[in-house]
């Protein structure tokens, strides 16, 4: 495994130079983030029209192919509540996870800050809690605007969750209805089962869950009129047996495919991070750290099910290292934290698939 890296331009310094300006008002700099990409033509973003970047995912149960003008993809988090989509292409992404939504608007985490960032490290940790508009709102919104991004090829998912802390009964009739409402909306569905920011949702341990859960979406899937691809969104810290356990029994289940993964649960880590707030936990950390963790479990998955399409996610900062796991079998890339990094870091990392030798 290489890490590869990049030299600093005018524009990462820029950008360092506003993470020194903000750095009090971390979350103010996340949610700019709607702003940067709407503003991005002013600075020479726009739409990869790129045919060698160009991905169709495809998949032996039949679900509709996945169109990506490149393989690299918004993260969920990034844009929570599906607002401003089309400009998100701009800046370089061939698609875009919108999300997580839950069934019902929520606040997220009331405790302040939820979000820090570790400049040696290039890491973000975070306790969002996964505030959001709620799914009614969030797929209104993606609907209005999803025909427009696939005349682009720039494929729309929405990521869904179970919201923590609801009523015991809700809880299941809530993210079954939540699932309905994306899919009817999306071109994929991704069921966030690792967010290691809310105390009780971390589901891809509790086998009865996902047989549950995912039993009930399929069960849904053959009665609607289109097959679309469902994923499930792992924890990067399972373990080789656990993974392997799981994926097994998503496979039985006709799940399509897996991110790997979500922000690894910072006190399992080596880093000293500061607590980000009275919860006493410094959340879940993304960025260039856990990009190893995330090369080794693509192989692996990959290995032994082939048949599952495997999205890579966490700390690919580089378009080698999107090269590279596109090589070990993985379909497409998410990425999120990079942005914070790296000055029109989609695009940067398009020329570096296309051009590895000026990298
Ligand atoms: C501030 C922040 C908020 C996030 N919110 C979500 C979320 O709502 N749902 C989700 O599935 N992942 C969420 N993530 C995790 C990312 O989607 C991604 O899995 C993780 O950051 C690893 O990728 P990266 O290293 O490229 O950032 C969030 C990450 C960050 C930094």
Same mark, same amino acid.
């Given at each position: 495994m290489v890490n590869h890296d990049y030299s600093l331009d005018f524009g990462d310094k820029l950008l360092a130079f506003l993470r020194f300006v903000f750095k009090n008002q971390v979350e103010f700099r996340h949610n700019s983030l709607g702003l940067y990409a709407k503003m991005s033509p002013l600075w020479?973003?726009? /739409?990869?029209?790129?045919e060698n970047l160009h991905k169709t995912i495809t998949f032996p149960s039949g679900s509709l192919p996945i169109n990506l003008c490149n393989p690299i993809v918004l993260a969920a988090?990034?844009?929570?509540?599906?607002?401003? /989509? %089309?400009?998100?292409?701009? &800046?370089?992404?061939g698609g875009i996870t919108i999300g997580t939504a839950t069934r019902n608007f929520r606040a997220g985490?009331? &405790?302040?800050?939820?979000v820090g960032l570790d400049e040696f490290n290039r890491l973000i940790h975070n306790s969002?809690? &996964?505030?959001?508009?709620?799914i009614e709102a969030i797929s209104l919104r993606v609907e209005k605007q999803i025909i427009k991004a696939r005349k682009n090829n720039f494929a729309v998912g929405i990521s869904i969750a179970e919201a923590p802390g609801e009523e015991e009964g809700n809880r299941m009739l809530h993210l079954i209805e939540t699932f309905r409402i994306a899919y009817r909306t999306a071109d994929y569905v991704e069921v %966030?089962?690792?967010?290691?920011?809310?105390?009780?949702?971390?589901?891809? &341990?509790d086998t009865t869950f996902m047989k549950n859960t995912f039993e009930d979406f399929e069960n849904f899937r053959k009665t609607a009129v289109h097959k679309k691809a469902i994923y499930a969104k792992l924890s990067p810290d399972l373990t080789d047996k656990q993974l392997l356990q799981l994926l097994d029994l998503l496979a039985s289940l006709g799940v399509d495919g897996v991110v790997l993964g979500n922000t690894y649960p910072s006190d399992k880590l080596f880093y000293h991070l500061p607590v980000l707030n009275s919860n006493g936990s410094s959340g879940g950390i993304s960025g260039r750290p856990i990009y190893e963790n995330t090369f080794r479990k693509t192989i692996l998955a990959k290995k032994h099910f082939p048949q599952l399409s495997i999205v890579a996610c966490g700390g690919i900062d580089h378009g080698l290292k999107v090269r590279d796991l596109l090589d070990e079998g993985a379909d497409f890339v998410q990425v999120y934290s990079v942005l914070a990094f790296r000055w029109m870091a989609a695009m940067k990392m398009g020329r570096e698939i296309l051009c590895p030798s000026k990298s």
């Open positions: 020479g973003g726009e /739409i990869c029209e790129d988090g990034a844009n929570k509540n599906g607002k401003n /989509i %089309n400009a998100y292409a701009n &800046l370089g992404f985490n009331p &405790l302040r800050p939820r969002m809690g &996964l505030n959001n508009d709620g %966030n089962v690792s967010c290691p920011n809310t105390g009780v949702c971390r589901q891809d &341990l």
